[in-house]
């Protein structure tokens, strides 16, 4: 069963791509990563993240598919539908420090995702700069 891992070209994208690189090697999985394209058409910066995604898992060795979805105004339902479709036994996202106010609650995606999820999800933090 696949892991499913929601990127963003960022620093919370590219913990939770490392999180989700060593779960699927610890379970000899594979990883689904879910980029989201812009409506429209492509978008040279996503292109650019997803060769710089691909680089990074075929030197990890892991077996990887990489998604792109037009960008429905919902990423968290993008990546929820995957990990359902896929049966993946684990959903991968990065988390980011938030205001006070933000504390609150939690990210609009993030909390879709963990609340709709049908698979655990790990959420990871960037490592402080």
Same mark, same amino acid.
């Given at each position: 069963m696949p892991i499913v891992v929601g990127y963003v070209d960022s620093?919370?994208?590219?913990? /939770?791509?490392?999180? /989700?690189? #060593?779960?699927? /090697?610890? %379970?000899?999985? #594979?990883?689904v990563v879910v980029l989201s394209e812009p409506r429209g058409g492509s978008d040279p910066a996503v292109d650019e993240a997803a060769e710089r995604v691909r680089s990074e898992l075929d030197e990890s060795?892991?077996?990887?598919?990489? %998604?792109?979805t037009a960008r429905s105004g919902d990423a968290a339902e993008d990546i929820v539908q995957i990990a359902r479709g896929e049966?993946?036994? *684990?959903?991968?996202?990065? *988390? %980011?420090? %938030?205001?006070?106010?933000? $504390? *609150?609650? *939690?990210?609009? $995606? /993030?909390q879709r995702i963990l609340l709709d999820s049908p698979c655990p999800v790990l959420a990871v933090k960037a490592d402080p700069a």
């Open positions: 620093p919370e994208g590219r913990a /939770a791509l490392t999180a /989700a690189v #060593r779960e699927a /090697a610890s %379970r000899e999985s #594979r990883v060795g892991v077996r990887h598919e990489i %998604r792109h049966d993946a036994s *684990l959903i991968v996202i990065g *988390l %980011r420090r %938030r205001s006070a106010v933000g $504390k *609150l609650f *939690l990210g609009s $995606k /993030a």
